[in-house]
């Protein structure tokens, strides 16, 4: 039987709440740990993320995932973007933050007590979310395998450069585009400048050099977005980074919002499969 905690709101990092769902076979026995981070415009219930969630559960893996507390999701509406000042003013620090709060809340959950192995945590991340959990895998002693989806391998070298980065420091405000929700989505300087304050921390290629744990890629070979040369710069810092690619997969694996499927796109299934693979292995 499949239990679910759905929209557990715990304190997030920088004064905004943090909602948290977690997957799992109720049967009293010890399982591992995975806890998935969702990317840029993502949010925990995007596309086939609670399917995925259910399959994972399954097969004796404890899903957890989250809402980054300043994604511009709303405790109450945390499938649409209904507080945009929170995104403008969300930056990678805050969720790394964020990632070690959730960590702290599965160890303490009274509801999974009894039904997950703490020496058995995993993250778990697509896009920017992959990025994120590679890097907190070196600041967190309680991870042990990394699993990164169509991941960035450098978060610096995203930022636009010159003329771009003189307007967007006059106006103190740029926009992103969200053509999915048709939204114009602010993101304020405060991003720039934070990503320049801790640019050691939000070092990837550092992070990836220093792991020490598994940790496995899995790229489309047709993604636009973050091209396969990004996920083949990270396995080439690491010998415990496997790389797995997908030919012909895109940015998302075939996944899209919303989703109605009764099952996985072919490549979804593959990224699945290999991902399950990999964390009973």
Known sequence: MIQKLNNIIIEGSAGKPILIDANFKANTQAKQVVVFCHGFKGFKDWGPFNKIATHFADRDIVFVKFNFSFNGTTTKDPNNFGDLK???????????DDLSLVLDWIEN???LKGEIDTSKISLFGHSRGGSIAMLKSVEDSRVKKVVSWASPSNFLDRLPKKEKLAKWEELGIAYIYNGRTKQNM???????????????????????SKMSIPHLLVHGSDDPTVLLSEAVNIKSWNTNTHLHVIDGANHVLGGFHPYDLEKFPKDLQEAIDVTIKFLKG
């Not at 929170?86 to 790394?96: D, M, R, S, V």
């Not at 602010?186 to 720039?192: D, G, S």
């Open 109 to 111: 959950c009274q509801e």
């Open 186 to 208: 602010p993101m304020y300087f405060q991003f720039y400048e934070n990503c320049v304050k801790f640019a050691e921390r939000l070092n990837i290629q550092n992070a990836v």
């Open 86 to 96: 929170a995104f403008g003013n969300n930056n990678f620090c805050k969720e790394l």
